[in-house]
């Protein structure tokens, strides 16, 4: 299946690359934060999806490496935690957790009407977004993420390419091997041709991991206990952010509304 993240390790390769990458970093320690090193050292898997990504072409695997740790030590990956994050990105929900696909994949779920482009917080919405895509890597131990556009209800004035180029950036560059799938969920026709110049910035491959669904067509990616009810799910939970549990914003739907009844 395309949408499927392998998790095969091959141990000779992933110490050959985990020997020279440490290598390097002896010779260039500023250019490395000591946390990713050591999640270099202990952790197989997040050596092993450099080599996977680049089909086991080890000297693209290492450049890459080393890029990907490289960029993590500049945008300052280790250091992004909630209390550091505009509060209000979380409370309004724009861009959440929401369960997982039917292939084992953490959801990452977009709802388009919530965004507006405004240059001064460019930023801060990246970093939000390393924040999550982060946040469940870790979490699910490589099983991987599915990014849901909920297009319902939005325009063009909703649609921020500058946001999708660098959120494919990010599953293309510096966490390889990672992307499940990315539904494109009721998408208006004004948005045809934006993403037909999204699909320029993505290998064959990874093309074919985009699908464009509306109705209950999503449902041949996700089980309807995993989807909101508004997207015609039927989940007994809903997203709501308490300050410092971020962790576990889906809430159970009854403690919602008793909250709304005090």
């Known amino acids: 299946m395309p949408g499927t993240v392998s998790k095969t ?9 985990r020997n020279k990458v440490l290598k390097d970093y002896e010779e260039h320690p500023d250019l490395y934060h000591p946390q990713d090193i050591e999640r270099f050292k202990e952790d197989d898997w997040y050596c092993q ?7 086991n072409t080890p000297e693209q695997a290492l450049k890459m490496a080393k890029d990907a740790l490289q960029w993590r030590k500049k945008f300052g990956v280790s250091d992004l935690h909630e209390d550091n994050l505009p ?29 507006r482009k405004r240059e001064e917080e460019a930023e801060d919405v990246r970093r939000f977004l390393v924040y999550w895509v982060e946040k469940l890597d870790r979490m699910n131990e490589g099983e991987g ?5 909920d297009c319902r209800d939005s325009g063009l004035s909703n649609l921020d390419m500058d946001v999708i180029k660098f959120m494919i950036d990010l599953f ?4 390889p091997h990672t992307l499940g799938y990315l539904l494109v969920y009721d998408m208006p026709w004004l948005f045809n041709a934006a993403w037909k110049i999204v699909k320029t910035w993505l290998s ?19 089980d309807k206990p ?12 809903e997203y709501v952010y308490k300050q410092g549990s971020c962790g576990s914003c889906l ?6 509304k008793e909250k709304v009844a005090a």
Do not use: W
Not at 49 to 55: A, D, I, K, Y
Not at 230 to 236: E, F, P, Y
């Open 204 to 222: 064959k491959s990874a093309v074919e991991r985009i699908k464009f669904v509306s109705g209950n067509e999503i449902f041949d990616y996700v």
């Open 172 to 175: 293309k560059n510096y966490y």
């Open 226 to 237: 995993m989807l909101p009810v508004d997207m015609g799910g039927s989940t007994n939970k």
């Open 251 to 256: 809430q159970p739907v009854n403690v919602l």
């Open 9 to 17: 390790i091959d141990t000779a390769k992933v110490e050959e690359l």
């Open 49 to 55: 999806r450099f080599l996977l990504h680049l089909e």
């Open 145 to 149: 993420i599915t990014v849901i556009y």
């Open 87 to 115: 509060t209000e990105f979380f409370e309004l929900g724009g861009t959440i957790p929401f369960n997982k696909d039917k292939e084992g994949h953490s959801i990452i779920l977009v709802k388009v009407k919530l965004h």
